[in-house]
């Protein structure tokens, strides 16, 4: 069975990923300016793909025994469209180091199927970094 540190582990990622889902959904709403139509998908794609990242992750912890968290970790919008991506940058560079220690550990407890997941959802987590980094370029 998994340990405990584990369990608490995918709990924060559950909460970051329900964070990203409303704030980046959000955003889409909020996001104005000339380029507010394009982005604006962006951030209702990224939204419903980190839905399904906490989905996932919450199927995981409750099969290794945990109960998923219902409360997302603190919501930050943002004010104006770099905002939006500057704070989003910063989101995914925390998920990426999360999702490394995940992978380590589950690695570590001989957790191959965890291990999988977080290496097919830090894929995905690196790919949404790219796309903020490239927005936020003049």
Same mark, same amino acid.
């Given at each position: +069975?998994?340990?405990?540190?584990?369990?608490?582990?995918?709990?924060? =990622?559950?909460? @970051?990923?329900? &964070?990203?889902?409303?704030?980046?959904?959000?955003?889409?709403? +909020?996001? @104005?300016?000339?380029?507010?139509?394009?982005?604006?998908?962006? %951030?209702?794609?990224?939204?419903?793909?980190? +839905?399904?990242?906490?989905?996932?992750?919450?199927?995981?912890?409750?099969?290794?025994?945990?109960?998923?968290?219902?409360?997302?970790?603190?919501?930050?919008?943002?004010?104006?469209?770099?905002? +939006?991506?500057?704070?989003?940058?910063?989101?995914? /560079?925390?998920?990426?180091?999360?999702?490394? /220690?995940?992978?380590?550990?589950?690695?570590? /407890?001989?957790?191959?199927?965890?291990?999988?997941?977080?290496?097919?959802?830090? =894929?995905?987590?690196?790919?949404?970094?790219? &796309? %903020?980094?490239?927005?936020?370029?003049?």
């Amino acid at each position: +069975m998994a340990s405990k540190e584990l369990l608490d582990k995918l709990n924060d =990622a559950i909460a @970051r990923e329900l &964070q990203v889902s409303v704030q980046y959904i959000w955003q889409h709403v +909020m996001v @104005r300016g000339i380029n507010a139509e394009a982005v604006g998908g962006v %951030f209702k794609k990224i939204a419903i793909t980190e +839905m399904k990242h906490a989905e996932e992750i919450a199927e995981r912890l409750d099969y290794l025994g945990g109960v998923p968290t219902t409360k997302p970790a603190p919501i930050t919008v943002g004010k104006s469209l770099k905002e +939006m991506l500057e704070i989003d940058k910063k989101a995914e /560079e925390e998920a990426i180091s999360l999702y490394k /220690e995940i992978i380590k550990l589950a690695d570590k /407890e001989g957790d191959v199927v965890t291990k999988r997941l977080f290496e097919s959802i830090l =894929a995905d987590e690196e790919e949404h970094h790219n &796309q %903020f980094s490239t927005l936020l370029e003049d």
